[in-house]
């Protein structure tokens, strides 16, 4: 952790935290997702355990980039990821305002996050919770805690 600045918190969910980080070596920004592991089951543990496993072996251009991870004195474990400069998909739809996409842009997007997609089922790994907001222009997916290996 002391090679990472927390910039400022980005998002907050029921059993973790996201925060904007500064890489201080390398003066590059990413995100770091902290999971609470206090209070939580055997179950739950394991889950985030899995998760940064999971995140640290995929490779592919359309799902956000596993930098790091480490288990944070025992009570959370911290996955860091390359950071979406653009930006995820409700973002983008809130910005435009109600102009349209065009229908090129709209089809590239979409065969991007299908091909993101295809690569997760191709190597047994099922996302259960994809929603817009966590879908960056690419690399598209980044929101695994309720991914798993089938």
């Known amino acids: 952790m002391e090679q990472y600045e927390v910039v400022e918190q980005i998002g907050r969910g029921a ?5 904007l ?7 590059k920004r990413y995100v770091m997702k902290k999971i609470r592991l206090t209070k939580q089951n055997d179950k739950f543990q394991r889950t985030a355990y ?19 991870g480490w288990v944070d004195e025992g009570t959370s474990v ?3 990821t390359s950071y979406c400069e653009g930006g995820d998909m409700a973002q ?16 590239r997007w979409f065969t991007q996050l299908l091909l993101a997609l295809d690569y ?3 190597n047994r790994v ?7 907001k966590y879908n960056c222009r690419p690399p598209w997916i980044h929101h695994f805690i309720s991914s798993t290996r089938y």
């Open 120 to 122: 997760l089922h191709c």
């Open 21 to 27: 980080v500064h890489h201080k070596a390398e003066k």
């Open 126 to 132: 099922l996302h259960r919770d994809l929603k817009v």
């Open 78 to 80: 911290c996955i860091v």
């Open 15 to 19: 059993y973790g935290t996201a925060y």
């Open 92 to 107: 983008r739809i809130k910005k435009a305002r109600g102009v349209l996409f065009s229908e090129e842009r709209v089809c």
């Open 50 to 68: 899995q998760e940064m496993s999971l995140m640290a072996s995929l490779s592919n251009p359309y799902i956000v980039e596993y930098k790091d």
